[in-house]
């Protein structure tokens, strides 16, 4: 009797696909391709794939945070996966203390980004893959509605983006968590599972525990439907940046008043967030730039004074143009 075929990894079609779509990374074909890898499920789906597709060419990359008991275990295991595996095994150690009014969720993604920009430059890798899923996108795309979001929030997470000066690419946007789950457990693959995932003060959390399994309960298979929205809304605001562009170049940057009112509101408000967003990378909130685009109407006469609080810092009016003064 024939020994039944292992079930094929899902990740590597999704892996083909978004390299079709993507274009991978313009890199020379030796150049290592990094995955960060937490020694979670998605992760270690993922480095697998990866090692299937770019045999020799794959560096784990681990980012440890010492903010749990279990990290010391999380990166223990990883090294040891990767030491079966033949892949070689990098690992960053971070400081991730959140700062004052800063999420512990958010001090810790940024020091993980950070963290593997840093690896994948000294590694000279063409840039790094990272496990985030379908459910993972439908996460986002929640929680950015429940927060008033606009398209920027609603297109939730890109596949393919920059920072730090490192390319990073998310192939797995289109595969549900259980999907991976379950294949590595057909496969014989360990895993480790961050307990902080179940712990249900942070938001994320109960989105997941609460919210993912009453829209499953109501509508099955949704997370593609998010997906689509996402896409969608990304769409959009890339239009609205090349429309941004198009504006900016017109009023000049920083932008002229007299041309800034030349636009309907909406245009302005388009233009102003794109030009604050390009130049000091402030974001600013509805009832601040609402504010803004009063005194940009309000402003017809030389003496016409404009101080206003914007994100960190302030745009104030220097002659017949805007200027952003971020903080010192």
């Known amino acids: 009797m024939s020994t039944p075929l292992a079930p094929a990894n899902p990740c590597e079609q999704a892996l083909a696909a978004w390299c079709g779509r993507c274009g991978g990374f313009d890199a020379p074909v030796t150049a290592p391709v990094a995955i960060a890898f937490s020694g979670g499920a998605d992760s270690t789906a993922l480095l697998l794939a990866a090692q299937q597709r770019w045999p020799g060419r794959v560096v784990a990359l681990h980012v440890h945070h010492g903010l749990q008991a279990a990290a010391d275990g999380f990166s223990a295991h990883a090294r040891a996966f990767c030491a079966t595996l033949g892949v070689r095994f990098e690992e960053a150690r971070v400081n991730a203390t959140h700062a004052p009014r800063q999420s512990p969720e958010d001090a810790a993604r940024q020091a993980r980004y950070r963290a593997l920009a840093q690896l994948a430059q000294q590694l000279g890798a063409a840039g790094v893959l990272l496990g985030q899923h ?13 927060r008033g979001a606009g398209l920027p929030g609603l297109a939730a997470m890109p596949e393919r983006f920059e920072r730090h000066g490192t390319l990073f690419g998310r192939p797995l946007l289109a595969l549900p968590s259980a999907d991976l789950r379950a294949w590595l457990l057909a496969a014989g693959h360990a895993f480790v599972d961050d307990p902080s995932n179940d ?14 399994p009453a829209w499953e309960a109501s509508f099955p298979g949704f997370r593609p439907m998010l997906a689509r929205s996402a896409a969608h ?96």
Not at 199 to 212: G, P, V
Not at 285 to 314: M, Y
């Open 134 to 146: 379908a459910d993972d996108q439908a996460e986002t795309v929640l929680l950015a509605l429940s």
């Open 199 to 212: 712990d249900q003060r942070f938001t994320r959390n109960r989105i997941r525990a609460l919210l993912l």
């Open 233 to 328: 809304a990304a769409q959009a605001q890339r239009l609205l940046d090349e429309l941004a562009t198009i504006d900016l170049a017109a009023t000049g940057t920083p932008p002229a008043l007299a041309a800034l009112q030349c636009l309907s509101r909406e245009r302005q408000a388009n233009a102003l967030r794109h030009w604050l967003r390009g130049t000091a990378g402030a974001a600013a909130s509805a009832a601040q730039l609402d504010a803004l685009l009063d005194q940009v109407a309000a402003c017809t006469t030389r003496g016409h004074r404009i101080h206003l609080k914007v994100a960190s810092g302030f745009v104030t009016r220097d002659g017949e143009r805007l200027r952003y003064a971020a903080p010192i």
